[in-house]
Nanobody, 123 residues
Framework: QVQLVESGGGLAQPGGSLRLSCAASGFTFSTYAMGWLRQAPGKGLEWVSGISADSTTYYIDSVKGRFTISRDNVQNTLYLSMNNLKPEDTAHYYC?????????????????WGQGTLVTVSS
């Protein structure tokens, strides 16, 4: 069965950095798009970034230039490097498996999710 396990969340100061990881199993990782979504306190689920099977990357405007998504198809792991963190980045971050090889920016473009990892940006 599909399993996605996120790690790497925690507390960071504004301007700081964190790197999230998502270990994937139960499917052919290299043939699917993957993505990161987040849910801030009291808000809905928001797509943050996606990476297609061919490693083309996509970002929401608010994180462009600060976040970098990448994938390791040997280790079956998805990453999100987050730099220059802002308080508004505080959220639970979820790794998602795409429904196809091409990344999408809607929640319906992902059909499996991890349990999430909490990122808190505060001084």
């Amino acid at each position: 069965q599909v399993q996605l396990v996120e790690s790497g969340g925690g507390l960071a100061q504004p301007g700081g950095s964190l790197r999230l990881s998502c270990a994937a199993s139960g499917f052919t990782f290299s043939t699917y798009a993957m993505g990161w979504l987040r849910q801030a306190p009291g808000k809905g689920l928001e797509w943050v970034s996606g990476i297609s099977a061919d490693s083309t990357t996509y970002y929401i405007d608010s994180v462009k230039g600060r976040f970098t998504i990448s994938r390791d198809n040997v280790q079956n792991t998805l990453y999100l490097s987050m730099n220059n963190l802002k308080p508004e980045d505080t959220a639970h971050y979820y790794c998602g498996k795409g429904t196809s090889a091409t990344s999408g920016s809607r929640t319906i473009d992902y059909n499996y999710w991890g349990q999430g990892t909490l990122v808190t940006v505060s001084s």
